[in-house]
């Protein structure tokens, strides 16, 4: 299971630390989130990368569509996680059409816009939305409770059009972050008792995987790679065994 | 209120907490206790936080770093476990806290899930982006004075 977090300089905890607290709280890998303007110099650390996985995603935030589409080309073959900031429900139309981008975030706030068509979309080109629980973990009052209905209206349509999500508590610091039954637990008290909690953090490692075997040089297309069948096992010795199945 | 008798009372488990925060965070078990019936009031509402019925039952903090056992009810550990993961922050502060485990005695929780002991906090000056700077050091974490915040990183992030 993975969370997607904010390191230093972005957020307030380094990525030594952020992979320490998380190898306690039981998580197999990080990923953290870089927003492209800033440096990456400090997304680096000696930690022991055995004990538990973690990568960088891009996380694109604009406003425009045409600068969107450049930072996508831009970003998307050196990232192994390409993230997109929502925004107006046009913005948003445009962002989950694209087959490129592999998740949709900051679903919350009264600015950002999700409806059956763009969740629709969403199904079709495999891009994830995210279900955040930054607001109800961190605000309280009648801001939670409207996030709370704004993601159980998410979570009516991923159901409904069976959209692929992620499941994230937004860390800025590594104390805001949770273990995974916790967050089960918290999703089953505001009513998401249907939702697999734990598949949305294991959703992150599962971009993580699709994305680094598309770049292994021995893929061709998805089901086929190159390769020859002594090394996968099977034995064919009539055959070139160029491609297995 | 009398007690009920024994066969009639309510069956207890108790949630064994590990908490942390920034090194000068002062927490007590009044501060807990409240900040536990809050978070309970505001997700699950009046009635929601009588039937969870949380009561701190043993406290302890030094210097950012604390444990503590927590009682609920046998039948709401799940919304427990809702409500301790939902406190978010001391005097804007944040609190990071982790549940061990759930036990069904004070003892056995204490045994299996308490047992780590704290260790010693310094206060020292550490290398850091080419300055120095003020830092607290516990074991592999420190947690760095930079521009009146702290940052949490460890000794492989110092010089």
Same mark, same amino acid.
């Given at each position: 299971?993975?969370?997607?977090?904010?390191?230093?300089?972005?957020?307030?905890?380094?990525?030594?630390?952020?992979?320490?607290?998380?190898?306690?709280?039981?998580?197999?890998?990080?990923?953290?989130?870089?927003?492209?303007?800033?440096?990456?110099?400090?997304?680096?650390?000696?930690?022991?990368?055995?004990?538990?996985?973690?990568?960088?995603?891009?996380?694109?935030?604009?406003?425009?569509?045409?600068?969107?589409?450049?930072?996508?080309?831009?970003?998307?073959?050196?990232?192994?996680?390409?993230?997109?900031?929502?925004?107006?429900?046009?913005?948003?139309?445009?962002?989950?059409?694209?087959?490129?981008?592999?998740?949709?975030?900051?679903?919350?706030?009264?600015?950002?816009?999700?409806?059956?068509?763009?969740?629709?979309?969403?199904?079709?080109?495999?891009?994830?939305?995210?279900?955040?629980?930054?607001?109800?973990?961190?605000?309280?009052?009648?801001?939670?409770?409207?996030?709370?209905?704004?993601?159980?209206?998410?979570?009516?349509?991923?159901?409904?059009?069976?959209?692929?999500?992620?499941?994230?508590?937004?860390?800025?610091?590594?104390?805001?972050?949770?273990?995974?039954?916790?967050?089960?637990?918290?999703?089953?008290?505001?009513?998401?008792?249907?939702?697999?909690?734990?598949?949305?953090?294991?959703?992150?490692?599962?971009?993580?995987?699709?994305?680094?075997?598309?770049?292994?040089?021995?893929?061709?297309?998805?089901?086929?790679?190159?390769?020859?069948?002594?090394?996968?096992?099977?034995?064919?010795?009539?055959?070139?065994?160029?491609?297995?199945? | 209120?009398?007690?009920?008798?024994?066969?009639?009372?309510?069956?207890?488990?108790?949630?064994?907490?590990?908490?942390?925060?920034?090194?000068?965070?002062?927490?007590?078990?009044?501060?807990?206790?409240?900040?536990?019936?809050?978070?309970?009031?505001?997700?699950?509402?009046?009635? @929601?936080?009588?039937?969870?019925?949380?009561?701190?039952? /043993?406290?302890?903090? *030094?210097? #950012?770093?604390?444990? %503590?056992? +927590? $009682?609920?009810?046998?039948?709401?550990?799940?919304?427990?476990?809702?409500?301790?993961?939902?406190?978010?922050?001391?005097?804007?502060?944040?609190?990071?806290?982790?549940?061990?485990?759930?036990?069904?005695?004070?003892?056995?929780?204490?045994?299996?899930?308490? @047992?780590?002991?704290?260790?010693?906090?310094?206060?020292? /000056?550490?290398?850091? *982006?080419? #300055?120095?700077?003020? %830092?607290? +050091? $516990?074991?592999?974490?420190?947690?760095?004075?930079?521009?009146?915040?702290?940052?949490?990183?460890?000794?492989?992030?110092?010089?």
């Amino acid at each position: 299971m993975y969370e997607a977090v904010y390191a230093y300089p972005t957020g307030r905890s380094t990525v030594a630390r952020y992979l320490l607290t998380a190898r306690w709280f039981g998580y197999t890998g990080l990923v953290f989130r870089s927003p492209v303007s800033s440096a990456n110099d400090m997304l680096t650390t000696n930690f022991d990368e055995d004990a538990i996985n973690f990568a960088v995603a891009a996380d694109l935030r604009t406003d425009s569509i045409d600068q969107l589409s450049g930072l996508v080309r831009e970003h998307r073959h050196s990232s192994p996680v390409l993230l997109v900031h929502g925004g107006s429900e046009q913005f948003n139309r445009f962002v989950v059409e694209q087959d490129q981008v592999d998740v949709l975030t900051n679903l919350h706030g009264a600015s950002s816009q999700l409806g059956h068509v763009e969740a629709k979309a969403a199904a079709n080109h495999g891009v994830r939305l995210e279900l955040s629980f930054e607001p109800v973990l961190r605000s309280r009052g009648g801001n939670r409770v409207r996030e709370i209905i704004r993601l159980r209206r998410h979570a009516t349509l991923i159901k409904k059009f069976d959209v692929p999500y992620v499941v994230s508590a937004n860390p800025k610091h590594h104390l805001h972050l949770r273990s995974p039954r916790d967050l089960d637990s918290l999703a089953t008290a505001i009513g998401f008792s249907d939702l697999d909690i734990q598949r949305g953090l294991c959703e992150w490692g599962t971009i993580l995987e699709s994305n680094l075997s598309v770049r292994d040089p021995r893929f061709v297309e998805p089901g086929v790679k190159r390769g020859s069948y002594v090394s996968s096992g099977i034995d064919n010795s009539q055959d070139d065994g160029v491609e297995d199945r | 209120m009398r007690p009920l008798p024994k066969h009639l009372r309510p069956h207890w488990r108790y949630l064994a907490i590990y908490l942390e925060a920034e090194p000068q965070v002062s927490l007590s078990r009044r501060d807990f206790q409240r900040h536990v019936w809050d978070a309970a009031k505001g997700l699950l509402g009046d009635v @929601g936080a009588a039937s969870v019925d949380l009561r701190v039952y /043993t406290f302890r903090w *030094e210097q #950012g770093s604390g444990a %503590a056992i +927590v $009682r609920t009810d046998r039948d709401y550990v799940s919304d427990a476990r809702a409500v301790i993961a939902s406190i978010d922050c001391h005097d804007n502060h944040p609190i990071g806290l982790r549940i061990a485990g759930v036990s069904g005695t004070v003892k056995s929780c204490e045994e299996k899930y308490l @047992g780590r002991q704290l260790e010693p906090i310094e206060e020292r /000056t550490v290398v850091f *982006e080419n #300055g120095d700077r003020r %830092a607290w +050091v $516990r074991g592999q974490t420190v947690d760095i004075l930079i521009d009146n915040d702290i940052i949490g990183a460890t000794t492989l992030d110092i010089e």
